[in-house]
């Protein structure tokens, strides 16, 4: 090759080439040793060891011989497998009756068996049923004889009707409601189809 024919401004753009290319890879080679190969730090991290597992957005569906009982789903759930229990943050469980009807209930907090499936529901209990509303502090669920219970003061309302009550128990499966204790209400006859 003969470098007499090669002026010094031939020569200039191969080489301010070449110095660019180093820079990008030396600036590359920089930015994965400290961004990439170099270990994260974790901040504001809270360690749990009463639980053997967190999760988020926890969903359980029950199903007896193929047939959907129960949807139960939460934000988080804490799982405790020496005591077969999952706690349970901003719940929603569907129970799905014999006709085909949907049993919506909310909570903030849960307790889920993970052994026998019953579940307690807490803070701010609300179901829904068709067009009723019942409010309490606390409810059951007892899987095995599908039956719903609440030892506390419970609300029910459907339009401007109101029934209040010491305590409840509804059998699911004949679709069966009986209030205890100290039992008052009030009926409005536009709320209910005669």
């Known amino acids: ?3 007499k024919n090669i002026s010094p401004g031939k020569l200039k753009l191969p080489l301010i080439s070449i110095l660019v290319i180093i820079l990008l890879l030396v ?4 930015f994965f040793k400290t961004r990439i190969l170099i270990n994260p730090s974790f901040k504001n991290i809270d360690i749990d060891s ?8 926890f969903k359980h569906i029950s199903k007896t011989d193929g047939i959907k009982e129960w949807a139960l789903k939460a934000a988080s759930a804490k799982i405790i497998n020496a005591e077969n229990l999952a706690l349970l943050k901003d719940v929603s469980l569907i129970i799905f009756t014999e006709d085909n009807t949907e049993v919506q209930i ?3 907090n849960g307790r889920f068996n993970t052994k026998t499936n019953d579940i307690e529901l807490a803070d701010k209990v609300i179901i ?14 007892k899987k095995k004889s599908h039956i719903i219970y609440s030892d506390g003061q419970v609300i029910i309302t459907k339009g401007t009707s109101i029934i209040q009550a010491d305590s409840l128990v509804a059998d699911l499966k004949d679709s069966s409601l009986k209030l205890e204790g100290n039992i008052k209400g009030k009926f409005f006859e ?3 189809k005669l």
């Not at 600036?27 to 920089?30: A, I, P, S």
């Open 50 to 57: 009463s639980a053997d597992i967190l999760l988020n957005n």
């Open 106 to 108: 909310t909570a903030h």
């Open 27 to 30: 600036g590359t080679l920089v």
């Open 1 to 3: 090759m003969n470098f």
């Open 128 to 141: 829904k049923f068709e067009d009723a509303f019942l409010k309490t502090d606390k409810l059951h669920y």
């Open 190 to 192: 536009t709320d209910y």
